[in-house]
């Protein structure tokens, strides 16, 4: 099983740039995204293109138009769909969504950015802890558990072009990065350092300056796995060569 996760910074836009040609030849099998930024409606004829190649498709946008958001695209029926977490100002912004299938459950997740100021911060900090608390329950619900999506974190200085500039950088502070590390020793594998422990390997660039043909880079996007999945993990790769967002994607392969 192919499992995609993509924040594409807005769908529109991303299918604007070829990207439906480009899911189509990946072949994967679930794709997770994030800040879609759209409803489905907006984009009717795109829409049955994805069904044309065989997925069926589930959206949880934001409330407020044009902003935030997941979707899951799969061309495995789920026997469930969870719609947000149960926390209403997470939930609002589209936030989390959830397929469950026979063998396992993904999830798409878009955690805020504090980057434009305290006030989100704030709200970040307090996402990771309230999002925190239902990832533990999840995991022991739902043993075979793939959280996918956008953590607006680097977990260590390997995943950042500049650690010592940005060690006070929203995405890269001391508390955002010992909560990924709690996160890992509650019971998840970061599934593209489980294969690649190489330094350079970023999935998010600011348009700024020209950091993406610099590599100048953050790795925030993470296929996360539950201990249950390790022995179905096959491969993981960063694609940076797909360029219809700020982000690239990024896959995982299990083998069930």
Not at 70 to 79: G, L
Not at 166 to 172: E, L
Not at 231 to 254: G, N, Q, R, T
């Amino acid at each position: 099983m192919k499992i995609i996760t993509y924040n594409v910074n807005g769908i529109r836009s991303a299918i604007s740039k070829n990207w439906l040609a480009w899911l189509q030849a990946t072949d994967a099998d679930v794709v997770c995204l994030q800040e879609i930024k759209a409803s489905p409606e907006v984009i009717p004829s795109e829409l049955f293109l994805l069904e044309q190649m065989g997925y069926q498709h589930f959206w949880f946008p934001a409330q407020k138009k044009g902003y935030s958001g997941t979707a899951v695209f799969t061309r495995q029926k789920p026997v469930h769909v969870e719609y947000g977490c149960g926390i209403p100002d997470f939930d609002f912004e589209g936030r989390c969504l959830r397929v469950d299938f026979e063998e396992l459950s993904v999830m798409s997740v878009y955690f805020p950015s504090g980057s434009s100021g305290a006030e989100r911060q704030a709200f970040k900090f307090r996402f990771l802890d309230e999002f925190g608390d239902y990832l533990h329950k999840l995991q022991w619900a739902f043993p075979k558990l793939v959280v996918c999506g956008d953590y607006n974190i680097c977990h260590k200085p390997i995943d950042i072009h500049n650690p010592k500039s940005n060690a006070n950088s929203s995405g890269f502070l001391p508390e955002e990065r010992e909560w990924m590390e709690k996160l890992l020793e509650s019971g998840f594998t970061d599934t593209f350092r489980h294969f690649n422990k190489e330094p350079h390997n970023y999935t998010w660039w600011s348009f700024r300056a020209g950091s993406r043909g610099k590599n100048l880079g953050w790795r925030i996007d993470y296929n996360l796995a539950t201990h249950a999945l390790i022995p179905h993990l096959k491969k993981a790769y960063i694609l940076p060569e797909a360029k219809h967002s700020d982000h690239c994607p990024v896959l995982l392969e299990l083998d069930f």
